[in-house]
């Protein structure tokens, strides 16, 4: 089966760091995908990791540790338009790569 | 502008209806993908395709069907609605497999 978990909502103020987590069960993994999604509009890509450890990328940063089922995207200096869902995304691989997505993590950014 | 372009942006249309939405992948992208969003499911992968081919399926329903074209354009047929298939439906597209995927805006189907 396939279980992907992230907390519903989470809250930061502008100028922190927040970490969001996501723990997955899946049948098959190749990689794990981290979105960025403002309502009502298009998921945008942020990261991708395949081997364990942090990938940056600018103010956001991605981990994966394999072993754990787990990933964690870190935000930081906080931006008021970092304020939108984060998705969590696993790829089983194989070629046959369409995404299972966690629910979201809402975050939002306090003044 | 993630270069993926996706029609209508809006639909609305009555139970029982059929309709299509069309989906340009990024230029030189083989790979298109096709998702439903609705509140209560999150994001759902329904159904992948490779230059042409059928590569995967996913949670599509059997009153869903799509093709993707020589030119590489995707479609994805919607018959027989129903209330609950009223949700944002997004295309994204790769240049293969196992790379990041890229979102076009969505088309939102308003089912009454």
């Known amino acids: 089966g396939q279980n992907i978990d992230q907390p519903t909502e989470m809250t930061a103020t502008e100028g922190a760091i927040v970490q969001i987590n996501c723990t997955y069960q899946t049948s098959g993994f190749n990689g794990l995908f981290w979105y960025q999604q403002h309502a009502g509009e298009a998921p945008t890509f942020l990261s991708y990791?395949?081997?364990?450890g942090l990938e940056e990328k600018g103010r956001f940063s991605s981990f994966l540790s394999r072993s754990k089922g787990y990933s964690y995207l870190l935000l930081k200096e906080l931006q008021m338009k970092d304020s939108a869902s984060y998705l969590c995304?696993?790829?089983?691989?194989?070629?046959?790569?369409?995404?299972?997505f966690g629910k979201g993590t809402h975050l939002i950014i306090q003044p | 502008d993630s270069g993926v372009t996706q029609t209508p942006k809006h639909l609305i249309t009555a139970t029982g209806q059929r309709v299509t939405l069309r989906c340009s992948p990024r230029s030189g992208d083989l790979s298109v993908y096709w998702y439903q969003q609705s509140l209560d499911q999150g994001l759902q992968f329904l159904i992948q395709y490779y230059n042409g081919e059928e590569r995967a399926k996913g949670n599509i329903l059997e009153r869903f069907s799509a093709q993707q074209f020589p030119d590489l354009h995707s479609e994805l047929n919607l018959s027989s609605l129903e209330l609950g298939d009223s949700a944002l439906y997004f295309c994204?597209?790769?240049?293969?497999?196992?790379?990041?995927?890229?979102f076009g805006p969505g088309t939102r189907l308003t089912v009454t």
């Open positions: 990791n395949v081997l364990d």
């Open positions: 995304a696993v790829s089983k691989g194989g070629g046959a790569d369409g995404l299972t």
């Open positions: 994204a597209s790769s240049a293969s497999t196992n790379l990041e995927q890229y």
